[in-house]
């Protein structure tokens, strides 16, 4: 049995892993790339999943960095089954179209600029509706803890990874050459305790581990004291008369986030009179997802609801459907609390409350879900002064707020007595989904607390498992990037600017408006210099 890593691998997003065994080829998960131009540049070239030729997929949650290549894969030839829980099924269908209609208008977009400059308008979106829509007719829905059977000699069964709605830790039976083989796949283990979500399933037995590491490296604040701070951030803005701008993820994290205010109204910590924005249309759809599937939510939420108390509902909250409806929140000037996606800031109505607030002393943007490196998200979150929006810089006044205890990954400690469970003698573990620093500070742990071995793969890395629990390398990951050389290109600048330096009493000659011109050019390259400053 072979194992490809085509994703998720020293990274959080664009998670799947290609399995060949002697019967099938499938993979678990199928995640959009997400970052730098660099990462998302993976998107492009499927070559390595050869999507003709791909029998099933086993989709762990429906979030975009797990399912968002799914419509790549039918636009490519992929016509076999996709298997999901219930929920993820549902959520696919709103999470994919709004992923391709995003695709469409940036390559929209794209084109009008390219047309403006005189250029070629050539710029096509990863892929468009009509491959989203054709993905829907191929998922096959199964509950927690039901075995099924995707193809000959190979069985899977969901269990409840406490992640988001519908998510799941999926245990893989392989037959192979008369013995079977035991891989589980973490998915995203959710936080223990969080609102909404049951607490993850525990697995007590594999052959092999392949477990997500996200905050391998720290742990989250308490709930309770999310909560304050959450709190503090809404006092600081009411006070000064602004908005409480929060980037959330449509699906789980927005969820959470109403039900927080809703128990900060009961405690009276969030202003009656202070209105609560929920922009994002993607999200007004899960949410009445996440109604739909009540029975997949915790004891805690279920009794709430019985006893008529919904608690993704405020008495104070507008849902934001129409682009004009979204326009009109930054025309007020009243304090608000405005939720809108997406949650890493890199797409969606999310940008456009960032540009009307982040400058402002007296706001606060509130970060409750984790930030890929290179994701305008992150370089906030990493202290930036200005960041590039829509083409605009924008000045950074607003306080910021990281409130990790809100995120539905489990942190180190969780993640560790999760681990906790399993029979764990000769297992091989594999971290994935995770930034490298944060997988190999969790790899140490695992190795003296339980004294298992730990790999962390890498990106194109292939393996073959082996019986007794071993593996062996069969393609060695992708040779590391050549690192551009900066120093010749700085010398050139610096040679066209002394070059540039010695005709200034030659630009003083020329008429008005082309020294106008030309002073326009001057400020765009400053521009441009104090953002290479910002990225030191």
Same mark, same amino acid.
């Given at each position: 049995?072979k194992?490809k890593?085509?994703?998720?691998?020293?990274?959080?997003?664009?998670s799947?892993?290609v399995?060949?065994?002697?019967?099938a080829r499938?993979?678990?998960?199928?995640?959009m790339?997400?970052?730098?131009?660099?990462?998302?540049?993976?998107n492009?070239d499927?070559?390595?999943?050869?999507?003709?030729?791909i029998?099933?997929?086993?989709?762990?949650?429906a979030?975009?960095d797990?399912?968002?290549l799914l419509?790549r894969m039918?636009?490519?030839?992929f016509?076999g089954?996709i298997?999901a829980?219930?929920?993820?099924?549902?959520?696919?269908?709103?999470?994919l179209?709004?992923s391709?209609?995003?695709?469409e208008?940036?390559?929209?977009?794209k084109?009008k600029r390219l047309l403006r400059?005189?250029?070629?308008?050539?710029?096509?979106?990863?892929y468009?509706t009509?491959?989203?829509?054709a993905?829907m007719p191929l998922?096959?829905?199964?509950?927690?803890?039901?075995?099924?059977?995707?193809?000959?000699g190979?069985?899977a069964?969901?269990?409840?990874?406490?992640h988001i709605?519908?998510a799941?830790?999926v245990e893989?039976?392989?037959?192979e050459s008369g013995?079977t083989?035991k891989l589980?796949f973490?998915?995203?283990i +959710?936080r223990p305790?969080? #609102? !909404?979500m049951?607490?993850?399933s *525990?697995?007590?037995? /594999?052959?092999?581990?392949?477990?997500?590491?996200?905050?391998g490296?720290?742990n989250h604040?308490?709930?309770?004291e999310?909560l304050?701070?959450l709190?503090?951030?809404?006092?600081?803005s009411?006070?000064n008369?602004?908005?409480?701008?929060?980037?959330a993820?449509?699906?789980?994290?927005t969820?959470?986030?109403?039900?927080?205010l809703?128990l900060l109204?009961?405690?009276g910590k969030?202003p009656?009179?202070?209105p609560?924005?929920?922009?994002?249309?993607l999200?007004?759809k899960?949410?009445?997802?996440f109604?739909?599937h009540?029975?997949y939510?915790?004891s805690?939420?279920?009794?709430l609801?019985?006893? +008529?108390?919904?608690p993704? #509902? !405020?008495?104070n909250?507008?849902? *934001?459907?129409s682009? /004009?409806d979204?326009?009109?929140?930054n025309?007020?000037r009243e304090?608000?609390?405005?939720?809108?996606?997406?949650?890493m800031?890199n797409?969606?109505r999310?940008?456009?409350h960032?540009?009307h607030n982040l400058?402002?002393?007296?706001a606060s943007?509130v970060?409750?879900g984790?930030q890929?490196?290179?994701?305008p998200?992150?370089?906030?979150?990493?202290?930036?002064?200005?960041?590039r929006?829509n083409n605009e810089?924008?000045?950074?006044?607003?306080k910021?707020?990281?409130?990790?205890?809100?995120s539905?990954?489990?942190?180190?400690d969780?993640?560790?007595?999760w681990?906790?469970n399993f029979?764990?003698g +000769?297992?091989?573990?594999? #971290?994935?989904?995770?930034e490298f620093?944060a997988q190999?500070?969790?790899a140490?742990?695992?190795r003296?607390?339980?004294g298992?071995s730990v790999?962390?793969?890498e990106?194109?890395?292939?393996?073959?498992l082996?019986?007794?629990?071993h593996?062996?390398?069969?393609?060695?990951?992708?040779?590391?990037?050549?690192q551009?050389?900066?120093?010749p290109?700085?010398?050139?600048?610096k040679?066209?600017l002394?070059d540039?330096?010695?005709?200034?009493?030659?630009?003083q000659?020329?008429s008005s408006?082309?020294?106008a011109?030309?002073a326009d050019?001057?400020?765009?390259?400053?521009?441009?210099?104090?953002?290479?400053?910002?990225?030191?």
């Amino acid at each position: 049995m072979k194992i490809k890593f085509l994703g998720a691998a020293r990274t959080v997003t664009g998670s799947c892993f290609v399995i060949e065994t002697d019967k099938a080829r499938f993979a678990i998960d199928c995640g959009m790339h997400q970052g730098s131009d660099q990462i998302e540049k993976r998107n492009m070239d499927i070559t390595p999943y050869d999507p003709a030729h791909i029998d099933f997929f086993i989709i762990t949650h429906a979030h975009i960095d797990h399912s968002g290549l799914l419509p790549r894969m039918t636009q490519k030839g992929f016509k076999g089954s996709i298997y999901a829980t219930e929920p993820t099924g549902d959520l696919l269908n709103i999470l994919l179209l709004d992923s391709a209609h995003i695709q469409e208008v940036e390559a929209a977009g794209k084109n009008k600029r390219l047309l403006r400059t005189g250029m070629k308008a050539d710029a096509v979106p990863l892929y468009a509706t009509k491959d989203a829509e054709a993905v829907m007719p191929l998922v096959k829905t199964r509950k927690y803890d039901e075995v099924f059977s995707p193809a000959p000699g190979i069985s899977a069964r969901f269990q409840d990874a406490g992640h988001i709605l519908g998510a799941a830790i999926v245990e893989l039976f392989v037959e192979e050459s008369g013995e079977t083989l035991k891989l589980v796949f973490s998915g995203d283990i +959710g936080r223990p305790n969080q #609102l !909404l979500m049951k607490d993850p399933s *525990s697995v007590h037995q /594999a052959d092999y581990l392949f477990m997500e590491s996200t905050y391998g490296n720290r742990n989250h604040k308490g709930e309770l004291e999310s909560l304050d701070e959450l709190a503090e951030a809404i006092s600081y803005s009411y006070s000064n008369g602004e908005k409480v701008v929060i980037p959330a993820f449509a699906v789980e994290r927005t969820q959470e986030i109403l039900y927080s205010l809703h128990l900060l109204l009961r405690g009276g910590k969030l202003p009656k009179d202070m209105p609560v924005y929920l922009d994002s249309p993607l999200a007004i759809k899960a949410t009445e997802i996440f109604r739909h599937h009540k029975s997949y939510l915790d004891s805690e939420t279920q009794i709430l609801i019985k006893a +008529g108390e919904d608690p993704l #509902l !405020l008495p104070n909250l507008k849902m *934001s459907t129409s682009t /004009a409806d979204s326009i009109r929140i930054n025309e007020t000037r009243e304090p608000a609390i405005v939720i809108s996606a997406s949650g890493m800031c890199n797409a969606g109505r999310i940008k456009h409350h960032l540009r009307h607030n982040l400058w402002r002393p007296g706001a606060s943007i509130v970060f409750v879900g984790f930030q890929a490196e290179g994701t305008p998200g992150r370089k906030i979150v990493d202290g930036a002064k200005k960041i590039r929006i829509n083409n605009e810089d924008i000045a950074i006044a607003a306080k910021v707020f990281t409130i990790n205890g809100f995120s539905a990954h489990a942190g180190q400690d969780q993640l560790l007595n999760w681990l906790k469970n399993f029979q764990t003698g +000769g297992m091989q573990v594999f #971290l994935v989904h995770g930034e490298f620093s944060a997988q190999e500070h969790l790899a140490s742990l695992i190795r003296d607390k339980f004294g298992l071995s730990v790999t962390i793969p890498e990106y194109l890395e292939e393996i073959r498992l082996k019986p007794g629990r071993h593996f062996e390398a069969i393609k060695a990951p992708v040779a590391a990037e050549v690192q551009t050389n900066l120093s010749p290109l700085l010398a050139d600048l610096k040679t066209k600017l002394d070059d540039v330096s010695g005709k200034m009493e030659k630009f003083q000659s020329l008429s008005s408006s082309q020294q106008a011109e030309i002073a326009d050019l001057f400020r765009q390259a400053t521009l441009n210099i104090d953002r290479i400053k910002n990225r030191s």
